[in-house]
């Protein structure tokens, strides 16, 4: 069983930072980031891959987000760079396990004005 302890989120004018964390317990192979805007699809953010440290990001993200994680604390964090009001949205952390299960966290708001 994978228990996941989110962290970070909150309200920030257009350009600014944030930053999430992730903590998790259990044999995680894949930790990441997804988001839900309101009325449509949640969409992966980022990944990483955690035994490798290999990274995966949307499109949109690209050149603005990093994902990292430390391993000795099963942690994986999510820093939001020159964010967007179209970054806004409910992020999910997400965790898969070498059998392919997954968990989901409860979900962290992160608001954008412009």
């Known amino acids: 069983q994978v228990q996941l302890v989110e962290s970070g989120g909150g309200l920030v004018q257009a350009g600014g930072s944030l930053r999430l964390s992730c903590a998790g317990s259990?044999?995680?192979?894949?930790m990441g980031w997804y988001r839900q805007a309101p009325g449509k699809q949640r969409e992966l953010v980022a990944n990483?891959?955690?035994?490798?440290?290999?990274?995966n990001y949307a499109d949109s993200v690209k050149g603005r987000f990093t994902i990292s994680r430390d391993n000795a604390k099963n942690t994986v964090f999510l820093q939001m760079n020159s964010l967007k009001p179209e970054d806004t949205g409910v992020y999910y952390c997400?965790?898969?396990?070498?059998?392919?299960?997954?968990?989901w966290g409860q979900g962290t708001q992160v608001t954008v004005s412009s």
């Open positions: 990483i891959i955690i035994s490798v440290g290999m990274t």
């Open positions: 997400n965790a898969q396990t070498y059998t392919r299960r997954q968990y």
């Open positions: 259990g044999s995680i192979n894949v």
